[in-house]
């Protein structure tokens, strides 16, 4: 009968593990989203209403966007990881893709171009 052999891991290695898997799951997810929304979601106009420091990632910031559905008058807010050489001004437009019957469901689409662009 074959001996086997196991090679001992450590707890931080095991962390350092699930983590890696945790990010790859978050990204595969928000593809997935993102994918469906462009596919079968509504594009709305919102308008930025604040920028924040992403504090502890020290290359980008938040930008926060609000939109009122004009049916039911129920405002939205609209948050977006953007690099910190994004310049997006109060006040300016930005694209978001939102599902119809979910609007808390949502991808905001020009901050993603306009970063894609300065890279």
Known sequence: MPTLHFTPIT???????????????????????????????????????????????????????DWTDPRTHTKYQFRSYVPLSVHVKLGESVDVLIDPDNPESYTITSIASISMKER
């Open 11 to 65: 707890l931080t290695e095991t962390r350092g593990n699930l983590n890696k898997f945790a990010s790859m799951d978050v990204f595969a997810r928000t593809r997935s989203k993102t994918r469906w929304l462009k596919q079968h979601g509504s594009n709305i106009i919102a308008k930025v209403t604040d920028s924040l420091f992403a504090a502890g990632t020290g290359t980008a910031k938040i930008i926060i966007a």
